[in-house]
């Protein structure tokens, strides 16, 4: 249980542990000893970057919710990450991987949307009490920040809760089954990562269309990769947090002027400013691409922008509590079932269209990580396919709200 009091409470020096942490798993997962090899071949290095700083939490170190860097990390460092992993984003290149991608993607969002449901009423034929509850406090108002962060991300999630009126207990909770689930299942996927050739090979599953894209994004670094000097971090620096100021100043006009003309309009998260931030540092990502801003890939923009994402990811797990695990193991039970769903539906259509596992993998992981961890899932299969993620996971904040809202009705109708 944590402490009523933690032990730090000096942000900086919470940052510095979890730059410590970070900097220990990279450490070992990149080193040659024969006990890490073999150790990180079954547990993801992403997974420990959630988990270990959830320990500091769980342990009464550090305060999760009353730390700022959270806050910190998802408005600065999140808009300004996704700039930079789209800056060399090649659109034809990707057009060329044709339908099977968006349909795997679109796959994963609908296996999102009725697996809630689904997983209530399975659930509930057990256990009513599991998903039960009134008012603020019933169940199903908190599964749908799950869904909203299933179908989207953080922006979606935190809608769901202003738009279902959850408890700020319940969603505590939440948080943690979704951050628990999303990671065993992300770990699952990174292990198919390494096995990708076996499978598609067995699936007879097409990638030509992923080894054109890997040649093509290949000979574009092999054009303009150089030694990144002082000028290259500045101006990585200059455009990612530029584009992030203008996606704050363009959000704090836009966000309330759509408040106060059409309100109605909340339930979308239109008035939400981070969905705005989110959506308008993506946007200029994506225009920065058809510019020279683009030839900053070669000097290193998206290890930039990677660096910055694996420090959010350690604020994310900073605020998990273990603890939860225990406390209310029957939400696991619906969490684990849900994504066991929406697993099963991107199998099956895997196997029908013979979609290569990467598609299968990123079009998942594009919707129950989102931009935070899309990339990563990418790049397990080839670093140059991080951009395939962030895209899709783009698309996921478009569609997160309507559907995550859809599933919260779907989820009222059946709870018991």
């Known amino acids: 249980m944590p402490l009523a009091q933690p032990l730090v409470t000096n942000d900086a020096v919470t940052l510095g542990l979890l730059a410590l942490i970070l900097g220990l798993v990279f450490y070992t997962e990149n080193s040659s000893h024969s006990f890490f090899r073999r150790f990180y071949r079954y547990v993801p290095g992403l997974l420990l970057c959630y988990f270990l700083p959830s320990l500091l939490n769980s342990f009464g170190v550090v305060d999760g919710e009353a730390s700022k860097l959270y806050f910190v990390s998802s408005r600065y460092l999140l808009p300004a990450c996704l700039v930079l992993l789209t800056l060399s984003v090649d659109f034809v290149a990707i057009a060329r991987l044709g ?28 256990d009513p009490s599991v998903v039960g509850g009134q008012g603020p406090q019933a169940v199903w108002r908190g599964l749908t920040t799950i869904a909203g962060s299933w179908i989207g991300g953080g922006a ?7 738009v279902f009126q959850v ?39 097409d990638t030509a269309a992923i080894e054109d894209l890997k040649t093509r994004v290949a000979r574009f670094h092999a054009e303009h990769s150089r030694i990144t000097t002082l000028p290259d971090l500045i101006f990585i620096a200059a455009i990612g947090f530029g584009a992030t100021g203008l996606a ?31 959506v308008i540092a993506t946007t ?31 604020t994310i797990g900073m605020r998990m509590d273990v603890g939860a695990v ?30 290569p596992v990467f ?39 478009s569609l997160g709200t309507y559907a995550a809202w859809i599933c919260g009705v779907m989820m009222a109708a059946v709870a018991p």
């Open 326 to 355: 225990f406390r209310s193991p029957g939400l696991f039970v619906v969490g684990f079932i849900w994504i066991g769903i929406h697993a099963l539906l991107l199998v099956i259509s895997a196997r029908l269209l013979k979609a």
């Open 248 to 278: 704050h100043a363009a959000a704090g006009f836009i966000a309330p002027w759509i408040g106060l003309h059409a309100p109605g309009l909340a339930r979308l998260s239109l008035t939400s400013p981070f969905f705005w931030i989110v």
């Open 167 to 205: 408890d700020d207990a319940l969603f505590s909770q939440m948080v943690a089954v979704d951050v628990l689930c999303a990671s065993v299942w992300m770990a699952v996927l990174l292990f198919l990562a390494g096995r990708a050739a076996d499978i598609d090979r067995r699936m007879g599953a």
């Open 99 to 126: 339908y099977k991608a968006i349909a795997m993607f679109l796959t994963g969002t609908l296996g999102v949307v009725i697996g809630g449901p689904l997983a209530v009423i399975i659930v509930g034929a057990v």
């Open 156 to 162: 979606n999630q935190t809608a769901m809760k202003e």
């Open 359 to 397: 598609y299968m993998a990123v079009g998942s992981q594009a919707n129950i990580g989102g931009a935070a961890s899309a990339p990563v899932v990418a790049s397990a299969f080839h670093p140059t396919l991080a951009p395939v993620g962030v895209l899709l996971a783009v698309l996921g904040y």
């Open 284 to 314: 200029a990502g994506l225009a920065l691409s058809f510019t020279p801003a683009r030839r900053l890939e070669g000097a290193g923009a998206s290890r930039v922008g990677s660096a910055m994402l694996y420090i959010l990811v350690a």
